[in-house]
């Protein structure tokens, strides 16, 4: 018996510094046949089931409407690049428009494409504000038109 008391107090030195001596007991593992089972009656079963499929159908919409929103998506790159094609042909055609229709560019196809000329100082006619004007022009014009 004299080990046993040496041992109790061996234990108890140990303790004052937070230590603790008991052998640690091994935990023994449980019977298959001794576990517990949970019970799960066919209410159960179905509802499991029920609620299995429904959150599958909510993955399966939100797979379809990531799909669609894709499709959607690369629609809407199209048309925004067709509209940058067009933007760019808008921008050419309005360059080219005022260069165009500037006036020294109309002077110069003028000249060189048509042959023309500015006036001399003999062939510039001026009207007075001071002649009568004609009378009777629309029936003359209907008289030359008709062969009246």
Request: proline share 2%.
């Amino acid at each position: 018996m004299m080990a046993a008391e040496k041992w109790y107090e061996y234990q108890k030195s140990y303790q004052k510094y937070g230590l603790d001596m008991k052998p640690v007991e091994k935990k023994r593992r449980a019977d298959p046949s001794e576990q517990v089972r949970t019970l799960i009656n066919a209410r159960d079963k179905s509802r499991l089931l029920g609620l299995t499929v429904f959150v599958g159908l909510i993955c399966i919409c939100l797979i379809v409407m990531a799909a669609y929103s894709a499709q959607v998506k690369y629609q809407l790159n199209g048309i925004l690049a067709d509209t940058d094609k067009v933007s760019g042909e808008i921008e050419n055609l309005r360059v080219e428009l005022n260069s165009v229709s500037n006036i020294t560019s109309i002077e110069k196809k003028a000249k060189t494409r048509l042959g023309m000329v500015y006036p001399t100082a003999d062939q510039i006619t001026y009207i007075d504000g001071q002649d009568e004007a004609m009378t009777g022009f629309a029936q003359t014009l209907k008289q030359i038109a008709y062969n009246q």
